[in-house]
């Protein structure tokens, strides 16, 4: 169905308010074309522009986006080298993209582990889109939600034994805002590409009712029209959180 055509079919007033995607295989988008890995990362920016700048246009606030787990250092390392490398060079080339387009550049995961070159372009390119306010994308870079979830159970038991609050204290908002997602709302949708039908620990807590969207294109092939059928999916589902249809 043409991108149009799908569009057409998106309520404006329904666009979830935060979405989440695991951009998954650039490698077998490559392997498939008898090409390095790497490429398929670099064809994988296109599809992180393309789909961000879409987003924006809809009127999404926040796009999280599954940049770099803190698994994925297992991976060989001449390809770990090249996704930074390619990390560097996009910030560079989008920044002004960002600005253009008053896109706030935001990160979670522990990104001090990052190379020092990346580390730099992050924060500066940060900087530089702290006051934009048309959407936050947000990278998740050396992140895994367990990690979150242990830095966030250490933290408040700083706090139980520092006295700051007490054990009783402890409830669901104080751990969602102690994570290191605790500024951004909880994903309504989660997207999910290359016909995996898991989430990789990503977010975990705080896709507890998000809405799940599977597919098995390639992200480098995940174009605007692909985008637009997960919008228009999401759209077709009643979210009940627990209560009956008759309640909402």
């Given at each position: 169905m043409p991108a149009q055509t799908l569009l057409s079919k998106i309520d404006k007033d329904r666009i979830p308010n935060h979405i989440a995607i695991i951009m998954d295989g650039n490698g077998r988008w490559a392997k498939k074309r008898a090409l390095p890995r790497v490429v398929g990362h670099e064809y994988g920016v296109k599809s992180v522009r393309t789909v961000a700048e879409t987003a924006a246009k809809l009127g999404v606030k926040y796009l999280t986006l599954y940049t770099f787990s803190t698994e994925n250092w297992n991976r060989p390392q001449l390809e770990v080298k090249a996704i930074m490398a390619l990390l560097v060079r996009t910030i560079r080339k989008e920044v002004a993209t960002l600005q253009k387009n008053n896109i706030r550049l935001r990160t979670i995961g522990d990104i001090s582990a990052l190379p020092k070159e990346a580390y730099n372009e992050l924060q500066e390119a940060m900087e530089l889109t702290k006051n934009n306010e048309r959407m936050d994308l947000v990278l998740a870079l050396n992140y895994s939600a367990r990690w979150d979830i242990i830095q966030t159970t250490k933290k408040i038991a700083e706090m139980v034994k520092s006295g700051a609050i007490e054990v009783a204290s402890i409830n669901e908002e104080l751990i969602s805002h102690t994570l290191n997602t605790g500024t951004l709302?909880?994903?309504?949708?989660?997207?999910?590409?290359?016909?995996?039908?898991?989430?990789?620990?990503?977010?975990?807590?705080?896709?507890?009712?998000?809405?799940?969207y599977f597919t098995d294109i390639y992200w480098p092939e995940f174009d605007q029209e692909a985008f637009y059928k997960a919008i228009v999916d999401y759209q077709k589902r009643e979210r009940r959180f627990g209560k009956t249809s008759e309640q909402i």
């Open positions: 709302p909880e994903p309504e949708l989660l997207i999910r590409t290359s016909g995996e039908y898991r989430i990789s620990n990503f977010m975990l807590w705080e896709l507890a009712y998000g809405e799940f």
